[in-house]
C-alpha cells in the first residue's frame, strides 16, 4: 500500500524533500513505518527517535496502525510562537 | 463551540494588530487582551548576531491545532472573539510572529485566556522556527531546547 510521506523542519532540509509517497507492507503500524523510513533516508535516522508522528493531521501512536492512502508526517521537536 | 468570527491563520505578510482586533470588542465584552511574541534580539557563543527567524508550518495541522485551542478555550471561559495568527517565513528582529487576542466581559478572563492560547500554541502547534545569523548561517531552534 501507498502512503504519503511529509517531512518538515530538520527533515525536510537534511533530506531535500517535502512529501512523497512510500510503498509499505499492509498492516504496517506507524512505528514500522518510521523505521522505514530510517532505512531510505539514513541522514535523517539519528533525529527520528525524537521525531513524534501525525497521521492524516492528528497525532498518532507509534502503534497505530497505517491503511492505504494515509497521510503520515514527521513531526520534530516544534518551536513555534 | 467555536465562532465563525474568531480568526485562526498562518500567513506569510506582517501580522498588523490594530486590523487583528478590529470589531471584536463585541456583546458584552469588556476587555481584549493582545499578546504579540517578537523575535528577541540575540546573539551566539561566537558573537554572531541574530538577523532573523525563518518560520515553516505544517499548515493543515497547525491551523486545525489552533482552532482546537480556541474552541478548548471558549469551553473554559466566556470569549466574544478570539484571534490567533501566526507568521511563517522570515521575521526580523523586533517584529511579531505570533498574535492572540481575546475579548471578554472582564480583564482577568482574557488574560487568562490569552495566556492560555500562547502557551499551548507554543507547546502544541506544529510550526518550526530557524535561526537566521548574520553571517548568513542557519540552526534550527529544538522545541525541547527553548
Redesign the interface.
Known amino acids: 500500500m501507498r502512503v504519503r510521506l511529509?517531512l518538515?523542519?530538520?527533515l525536510?532540509?537534511r533530506t531535500g524533500i517535502s512529501e512523497t509517497e512510500i510503498e509499505i507492507a499492509e498492516g504496517m503500524t506507524v512505528a514500522m513505518a518510521v523505521e522505514e523510513v530510517g532505512r531510505r533516508f539514513v541522514m535523517i535516522a539519528d533525529l527520528l527517535p525524537r521525531a513524534a508522528a501525525?497521521v492524516n493531521?492528528?497525532y498518532a501512536g507509534r502503534q497505530d496502525l497505517l491503511h492505504d492512502g494515509d497521510e503520515l508526517?514527521l513531526?520534530?521537536?516544534?518551536?513555534?510562537? | 463551540m467555536s465562532c465563525d468570527a474568531d480568526i485562526v491563520k498562518l500567513q506569510g505578510t506582517p501580522l498588523d494588530v490594530s486590523s487583528a482586533i478590529e470589531g471584536i470588542g463585541v456583546g458584552d465584552s469588556g476587555a481584549i487582551a493582545i499578546f504579540l511574541g517578537i523575535t528577541r534580539r540575540d546573539s551566539d557563543s561566537l558573537g554572531r548576531e541574530l538577523v532573523a527567524l525563518d518560520y515553516e508550518a505544517y499548515l493543515e495541522m497547525a491551523e486545525n491545532q489552533m482552532r482546537g485551542l480556541v474552541e478548548e478555550a471558549r469551553r473554559r471561559w466566556q470569549i466574544g472573539r478570539a484571534v490567533l495568527l501566526h507568521r511563517t517565513g522570515f521575521v526580523k528582529v523586533g517584529e511579531p510572529s505570533v498574535l492572540v487576542a481575546v475579548s471578554t466581559p472582564h480583564r482577568a478572563e482574557a488574560f487568562e485566556a490569552c495566556r492560555f492560547l500562547i502557551d499551548q500554541l507554543k507547546a502544541q502547534a506544529t510550526i518550526w522556527k530557524k535561526e537566521v545569523w548574520a553571517d548568513g548561517s542557519t540552526s534550527w531552534v529544538d522545541g525541547q531546547r527553548k
Not at chain 1, 75 to 81: C, L, Y
Open positions: 511529509r518538515f523542519a530538520i525536510r532540509e501525525a493531521l492528528a508526517a513531526i520534530p521537536p516544534v518551536s513555534g510562537g
